[in-house]
């Protein structure tokens, strides 16, 4: 049973963890992803979603890492609301029997998270401007090969 | 106390829906609801006014806020009654018994959605333009009552302007339809102030033009103004011309659609939306409104409560916030529901299959006591009918026309053409034949 959040508060790493992991002894490897909010000329990131549509979007994305990988466990979550660079954004676990499988899962899930979850980014800039964050060609080509590899 | 115990009771009888559910009946956007109290979280489409309500639970349990809308109703309907004499509680418990057993409107009140309020609007607007028999204290709770009704949903400013216009042209002075018009003034203001402390932008509904914008695209009205208006116009939409979603709800809400795959989404979206919509108004103005008009006739007749019965979504959705925020007690009972198990439509059958044809028969009921009152100069039931009819094709035509028509938006405000009749019976009953009035403060400031 995959865990699925979507949330303004910060999330504790050790005891997403530790819930992951409570009472499995079939896990042989775990594979883990923050994302941050990278700085630079950014100031500030305002993530919008619509609540519901997103978290189906994100249950179909794990679902499709569970459907390729033999997983035992799953944990995405995934902040929302005004972030400050430095501040954790998503938390991606993927936990299996093999290292091999973990890792995969991880890379699978941030990447089509980047391009198929249901979030816009709004940067401020440190002059004051702000914009919103189109798809990056890379983050579509990343996906692609996801496809292609299949 | 009599009264206290009467009104409990009614709202009570509301609740067997969700009794019979075993858990509020609830619908996908209660889970959005939930978020923007819990977090708290604008959302782009949705007042913060009604996700406050739903705190009532306490982070305990969704039968609090269930209890709260169900005792409103039966409160509201009482004053109804008091509205036009001494109310009795016989009469109260036959009227709320009747509206369980054939209407929608038990189904509604047990729904945890701001559906609700659209009937309340309608019986706020009366008991302030006709409820000179109350009393001060209750006409003051009316009124907030009928304010926050008025703003939980966008859709109830248009049913509130309806009726304050019929409260003037009905009172033909100025005074009963200011004192109507005080709680729409006063949740333009709420929903102004939520917008400009939460978006930043101070407006009734920043971001109401991709619905609008949906809509006439559904009626065929964007793509020819965008054969016209691009590339020049410059919009993010010419990208989509000849394969715009012609449903207007695949058009709002597909991940892959024109709304969705644009950076920063619906909210970003709103400024190019107006404009197109504007462009798409001008063009054909008869068309817009002949296709308004078309779809809130279809709106009208449909009635059922079946799409709000469906477990549709709802484990990603009130699932996942019951598990975020409430005890793990709370989760069990919703899993254990007949709703969660996807059994509630099949057990509902039985009760609402006969809704639809009990609906249209009271219409028409209700359209000849509107005759009869109007005849028998009784300006009371008269202007209640008058305004209730008003009030369903006003509804028609706010979510019909503006959005899409479904089911669930009529089914909650159809339920009130039981009123009319049900107020000209108890009208021509002797005094002594309506049952024991029960002695109230309220009734006797006159």
Known sequence: MATIRVQTADFDIGAELARLTASRVDIGGIGAFVGTVRGGDVAELMLEHYPGMTERALAQIVARAEARWPLCGCTVIHRVGALKPGENIVLVLAASTHRQ?????????????????????????????????????????????????? | MRAALTIASGGLLLAWPALLNGYPIVFSDTGAFLFQALQPFMIWDKPWIYGPLLMLHGQTTLWLPLAGQVLLVSWMLWQTQAAFGPPSARFHL?????????TPAPWVASLLMPDIFAPLVV??????????????????????????????????????????????????????????????????????????????RPGI???????????????????????RRCPEAGWRLCAWQGRLPADSDEFLWSEQGPVWSTPGGPIAFAAEASEVARAALIASPLTAA?????????????????????????????????????????????????????????????????????????????????????????????????????????????????????????????????????????????????????????????
């Open chain 1, 101 to 150: 499988a973990a890792l995969e899962a991880t890379a699978f899930l941030i990447d089509w998270l980047k391009t198929d979850a249901p979030f816009w980014k709004k940067e401020t800039h440190t002059d004051g401007s702000t914009a919103w964050v189109e798809a990056r060609e890379g983050d579509e080509i990343a996906t692609a090969t996801w496809l292609a590899e299949r």
């Open chain 2, 123 to 200: 019986l706020g607007v009366f008991l302030i333009a006709w409820g000179e028999r109350l009393s001060r204290p209750v006409r003051c709770a009316i009124y907030v009552v009928t304010l926050v009704a008025i703003a939980v949903h966008l859709s109830h400013l248009i049913i509130a302007a309806a009726l304050v216009t019929l409260v003037l042209l009905l009172r033909l002075r100025w005074r009963p339809a200011l004192l109507a018009a005080a709680p729409l003034a006063g949740a333009i203001a709420l929903l102004v102030a939520t917008n400009a402390i939460g978006h930043g």
């Open chain 2, 290 to 446: 002949g296709n308004a008009l078309a779809n809130m006739g279809r709106q009208v007749l449909l009635v059922r409560v079946g799409d709000a019965l469906v477990p549709d979504h709802l484990p990603l959705t009130v699932g996942l916030r019951l598990s975020q925020f409430f005890p793990p007690a709370e989760q069990h009972r919703f899993a254990a529901s007949l709703q969660a198990r996807g059994e509630l439509v099949a057990a509902a059958e039985p009760f609402v299959r006969w809704q639809p044809t009990v609906l249209a028969v009271f219409a028409v009921l209700s359209l000849l006591v509107l005759v009869r009152a109007a005849w028998r100069r009784d300006a009371r039931l008269a202007s209640l009918s008058v305004l209730i009819l008003a009030a369903c094709l006003a509804n028609a035509l706010a979510t019909g026309a503006l959005s899409k028509p479904h089911h669930r938006y009529q089914a909650r405000i159809a339920w009130l053409v039981l009123l009319p009749p049900a107020f000209s019976i108890r009208g021509s009953l002797p005094a002594g034949t309506r049952g024991s009035a029960a002695p109230r403060p309220d009734a006797s400031a006159r």
């Open chain 2, 205 to 227: 509904s920043p971001f109401g033009s991709v619905f609008m914008l949906a809509r006439l695209n559904g009626d065929g009205l964007v793509e020819p103004v965008l054969a």
């Open chain 2, 94 to 102: 036959t009227l709320i018994v009747a509206l369980a057993a054939v």
